[in-house]
């Protein structure tokens, strides 16, 4: 497994190795860990093709036929075992090879999954960043809703981009599926239950949320906005926030503005449209 790890170190090196953040205990997101995973699935797969291919090309030529066709001295007869070919020792060391190579991938997918299913770590600096910011979200037919620790809701997640997110994702009424593509993220919203999540934005931008799951009719249009706001900006808004706030109306998706932005209304619009 150091061999893989040395690989992707060296051939894709990063500030934060998977190697030391496995010793060290640390989290990853989905975001960090898929690209690591797929860069050494790539190498070696590819390095495999080529050793496949090469050894079949070396073999079609060995053993092509010359035109002559006299019959092959000593051919073996039928029930009869071949002999020679170093009593199976290629074929040995060939297969140990392969399970040490398939072990070795498996453990390391694993424990570089356990981070991200370990959750957000702690993080430390300014005030109100001592810890992730956990948010509940909820599917309905058909958008997201997202309920703070103040209680305050929102049809828009709204978050910092100086600490990790930690989702808290549940449903309604039907099965869906949160996921957010920009952060590789994604994970079932089931009826009773709760499944986590978390991700770690580094800077200000408004990217997409959406169902992956098909929900009834209004399935795709089940998305919603996710704004990554700075952190000194996010802690103003925040504070102005209760569960009894009223969005102010530019926040076009909050719902100060849900007129058009709730789910129902939204899709009566279309239907009206059509």
Same mark, same amino acid.
């Given at each position: 497994?150091?061999?893989? +790890?040395?690989? =992707?170190? $060296? =051939?894709?090196?990063? %500030? #934060?190795? /998977?190697?030391?953040?496995?010793?060290?205990?640390?989290?990853? &997101?989905?975001?960090?860990?898929?690209?690591?995973?797929?860069?050494?699935?790539?190498?070696? *797969? =590819?390095?495999?093709? !080529?050793?496949?291919?090469?050894?079949?090309?070396?073999?079609?030529?060995?053993?092509?036929?010359?035109?002559?066709?006299?019959?092959?001295?000593? %051919?073996?007869?039928?029930?009869?075992? /071949?002999?020679?070919?170093?009593? *199976?020792?290629?074929?040995?060391?060939?297969?140990?090879?392969?399970?040490? !190579?398939?072990? #070795?991938?498996? %453990?390391? #997918?694993?424990?570089?999954?356990?981070?991200?299913?370990? *959750?957000?770590?702690?993080?430390? *600096?300014?005030?109100?960043?001592?810890?992730?910011?956990?948010?509940?979200?909820?599917?309905? $037919?058909? #958008?997201?809703?997202?309920?703070?620790?103040?209680?305050? %809701?929102?049809?828009?997640?709204?978050? /910092?981009?100086?600490?990790?997110?930690?989702? &808290?994702?549940?449903?309604?009424?039907?099965?869906?599926?949160?996921?957010?593509?920009?952060?590789?993220?994604? &994970?079932?919203? !089931?009826?009773? $239950?709760?499944?986590?999540?978390?991700?770690? /934005?580094?800077?200000?931008? =408004? +990217?997409?949320?959406?169902?992956?799951?098909?929900?009834?009719?209004g399935h795709s249009e089940m998305t919603s906005e996710v704004i990554i706001m700075d952190g000194a900006e996010f802690d103003r808004w925040y504070a102005q926030t209760t569960s009894d706030a009223t969005p102010t109306p530019n926040e076009s998706t909050t719902e100060g503005a849900h007129a058009m932005?709730?789910?129902?209304?939204?899709?009566?619009?279309?239907?009206?449209?059509?």
């Amino acid at each position: 497994m150091s061999v893989l +790890v040395g690989l =992707t170190v $060296q =051939t894709f090196g990063t %500030s #934060a190795p /998977p190697a030391t953040v496995i010793l060290q205990g640390q989290s990853r &997101t989905m975001s960090e860990v898929f690209p690591h995973l797929f860069s050494i699935f790539l190498v070696l *797969g =590819t390095l495999v093709g !080529i050793v496949v291919l090469s050894y079949m090309v070396y073999v079609a030529v060995r053993y092509r036929a010359d035109g002559e066709t006299d019959e092959l001295k000593d %051919s073996p007869q039928l029930g009869e075992l /071949p002999e020679g070919g170093g009593d *199976g020792r290629k074929l040995a060391v060939s297969l140990t090879l392969s399970a040490i !190579i398939v072990i #070795a991938l498996i %453990s390391y #997918a694993w424990f570089l999954l356990m981070g991200v299913e370990g *959750g957000p770590p702690e993080v430390s *600096g300014e005030p109100n960043s001592d810890k992730p910011l956990s948010v509940t979200v909820v599917g309905e $037919q058909f #958008a997201w809703k997202y309920i703070y620790p103040n209680g305050n %809701s929102s049809y828009t997640l709204r978050v /910092p981009d100086d600490r990790p997110i930690e989702l &808290t994702i549940t449903s309604s009424d039907v099965m869906h599926t949160y996921g957010i593509p920009k952060y590789d993220l994604k &994970t079932d919203a !089931i009826p009773a $239950q709760n499944t986590t999540t978390w991700f770690n /934005p580094d800077e200000t931008e =408004t +990217v997409e949320a959406n169902c992956y799951e098909l929900c009834g009719t209004g399935h795709s249009e089940m998305t919603s906005e996710v704004i990554i706001m700075d952190g000194a900006e996010f802690d103003r808004w925040y504070a102005q926030t209760t569960s009894d706030a009223t969005p102010t109306p530019n926040e076009s998706t909050t719902e100060g503005a849900h007129a058009m932005d709730h789910p129902q209304s939204r899709l009566a619009h279309n239907h009206v449209l059509v």
